[in-house]
């Protein structure tokens, strides 16, 4: 079935660095933009970053700009986000979602259960 | 970009009907029919409700519709059911070529 796992988080100091990994299963990965969204506690969700199937194009949060970037490796069906310079307000659940394409546009149809961050000293 | 709006909470009774909105600017919600909707309950995955202003993915109840008018988007859980409680967002596509949520609103049925 379609599936997204996200790992890599943990307790990080201020001023790290961390790096997230999703691994999907049960779709064509690379016909599908991935995006990554986070909830800090007691807050709502926040988008953080989309990259398109073929990795031709990235975005993030102009927020997020310069310390955030998010990689994928088509062949391992598997999107990054590598996170530098991390900060308290950087803590969070960091979910990766599948972007819908022709199967539902311009939307979040599948997620992963989130992988926790937590920025402390 | 500041998040969309949405109301922090609403409140309906069974078999009731609620109205959800999500506000934002002529630069997202009002020049894109790229809204969609989730449910999330705490620790879980969201869930896409609606997607591109009005429709629903196959699974969602045909309770739940969407529609816009202007900046504004809305969502509608008609015939409220126990399970429907949760948190909804919207988000909405914007002309940076980024995406932003609105802010979250707890529905609570009576």
């Known amino acids: 079935q379609v599936q997204l796992v996200e790992s890599g988080g943990g307790v990080v100091q201020p001023g790290r660095s961390l790096r997230l990994s999703c691994e999907a299963s049960g779709f064509t990965f690379s016909s599908h933009a991935m995006h990554w969204v986070r909830q800090a506690p007691g807050k709502g969700l926040e988008w953080v970053a989309q990259i398109w199937g073929d990795a031709s194009n990235k975005y993030y949060a102009d927020s997020l700009k310069g310390r955030f970037t998010i990689s994928r490796d088509n062949s391992k069906n598997r999107v990054d986000l590598q996170m530098n310079g991390l900060r308290a307000d950087d803590t969070a659940v960091y979910y990766c979602a599948r972007d819908g394409q022709g199967l539902a546009p311009y939307s979040m149809d599948v997620w992963g259960q989130g992988t926790t961050v937590s920025v402390s000293s | 970009q500041s998040a969309l709006t949405q109301p922090p909470s609403v409140s309906g009774s069974p078999g009731q009907s609620v109205t959800i909105s999500c506000t934002g600017t002529s630069s997202d919600v009002g020049s894109y029919n790229r809204v969609s909707w989730y449910q999330h309950l705490p620790g879980t995955a969201p869930k896409l409700m609606i997607y591109e202003v009005s429709n629903r993915p196959s699974g969602v109840p045909d309770r739940f519709s969407g529609s816009k008018s202007d900046n504004t988007a809305s969502l509608t859980i008609s015939g409220l059911q126990a399970e429907d409680e949760a948190y909804y967002y919207c988000?909405?596509?914007?002309?940076?070529?980024?995406?932003?949520f609105g802010g979250g609103t707890k529905l609570t049925v009576l």
């Open positions: 988000i909405s596509y914007t002309s940076d070529i980024t995406w932003v």
